[in-house]
């Protein structure tokens, strides 16, 4: 059987849901925080810098968050979910405010790699209050639903942050995110509890997962391989439907906005799947053959210059971000109460490394091999996933 979070769920069900909507909210809230400072480069090259200085301030927040993920994890092991998300968001909020009324440019970059690392802190925590409080057969929706925090944040940095930063300063713009830290931070205060656990004097909780077998480790690097199409799918698609396909850059960034939404409900639809099928991993290979399809078919596209490419962005968009939740999910409730906080960190960590390095290859690749090509060879990597996925060792969900 898998381990759990939480042996006994003793709250309602009206209060597992609004722990859901404030560990969505939190994670939300992150997102902006660290994917807001991208939307900042328009307004910092126009008021000098060039393009390359402007890149460095908005990649010091997911700088910050790399650096930190595993070590908020491990905090999240020994002091609670409560515990972490409060100090996180406070901290987040801090650094933001900081940041909001520092001057200059070595500043922002400082302030905004801590407002990244401190944001790290709901990565972890607040998937372990959703996996914690729900039981299984209700855990993979919950956990879909937890997971579209990420697409709605930057859908709220996206609209926000670039207005601010263009009518009162990229310093002003900051105030977004802060606010929605502290809108977060007083929900959280309000609902949520740590979820029970066993006592931390047992044997249980002296046993390393990633010692017993070679379950996790095979997720994340399942995981490493099937979040880099998804990065390159994100980087790439608009430039290629405005610069390969004609399109009109309003109408690419409304199609790209709408694959993202699309994105969201697919994580949402698959978690529900592993509920009914009662596995996390059977739909996760079924997630991967899907991408490899589907890659090759944009890959078709681009080189045969049919008239579907809109359409395949869409089903990209959606496929390619598919398995994040049933990966977290399946990796904290093997975990278990002790160690899914350093494992869900870890997980995090090696995706933001692949999906780093996915963006400057992709654009060597484009730019030696054109789209088809690259998109051909992104489709290899969920093959090469798909049969690393440990479906046989998966145990039954209870």
């Known amino acids: 059987m898998t381990q759990t979070l939480a042996p006994a769920y003793d709250v309602g069900a009206a209060r597992r849901w609004a722990m859901l909507a404030a560990s969505t909210l939190a994670q939300a809230a992150a997102a902006v925080m660290i994917h807001g400072p991208a939307f900042l480069i328009p307004a910092l090259h126009a008021q000098g810098m060039s393009l390359a200085e402007a890149g460095v301030v908005a990649a010091a927040s997911t700088v910050g968050v790399m650096a930190t993920l595993v070590a908020w994890g491990w905090v999240t092991d020994r002091r609670g979910e409560r515990f972490v998300l409060l100090t996180g968001l406070a901290a987040t909020a801090a650094a933001g405010v900081a940041g909001a009324l520092s001057g200059g440019t070595p500043l922002l970059v400082i302030t905004l790699f801590l407002a990244g690392a401190a944001a790290a ?11 914690g409080w729900f039981p299984p057969e209700r855990r993979g929706l919950a956990m879909g639903i937890r997971q579209m925090s990420q697409p709605i944040g930057v859908g709220v940095a996206a609209v926000s942050v ?14 977004v995110p802060v606010v929605a830290c502290v809108l ?140 994040n939740g049933l990966a977290f999910t399946a990796i904290a409730e093997r975990a278990g109460p002790f160690w899914s906080g350093r494992a869900l960190g870890a997980q995090n960590t090696a995706q933001f490394l692949s999906g780093s390095a996915v963006v400057p290859l992709g654009g060597l690749a484009v ?8 998109f051909a060879l992104a489709a290899l990597l969920p093959v090469v996933a798909a049969p690393l996925v440990p479906v046989r060792d998966e145990r039954e969900l209870c």
């Open 162 to 175: 670039a207005v601010v930063a263009d009518a009162a300063g990229a310093h002003a713009a900051l105030w």
């Open 184 to 323: 977060a931070l007083l929900l959280v205060a309000a609902v949520v509890v740590d979820p029970p656990r066993p006592d931390a004097r047992t044997p249980e909780a002296a046993v390393n997962p990633y010692r017993q077998d070679s379950y996790l480790a095979r997720i994340h690097g399942v995981s490493v391989l099937l979040v880099a199409p998804q990065f390159l799918v994100w980087s790439f698609a608009l430039v290629w439907l405005v610069q390969e396909r004609g399109w009109a850059p309003a109408a690419a960034g409304t199609l790209i906005a709408a694959a993202q939404v699309a994105g969201a409900l697919g994580r949402l639809a698959v978690g529900h799947l592993s509920d009914v099928v009662g596995s996390r991993l059977r739909p996760l290979r079924w997630v991967a053959l899907a991408a490899a399809a589907t890659l090759a078919l944009l890959a078709l596209t681009a080189a045969l210059d049919l008239a579907v490419a809109g359409l395949l962005v869409v089903i990209a968009t959606m496929v390619t971000v598919a398995d």
């Open 121 to 131: 802190s709901t990565n972890a925590a607040s998937g372990r209050v959703v996996v």
């Open 367 to 374: 730019a030696h091999v054109g789209y088809a090509a690259t």
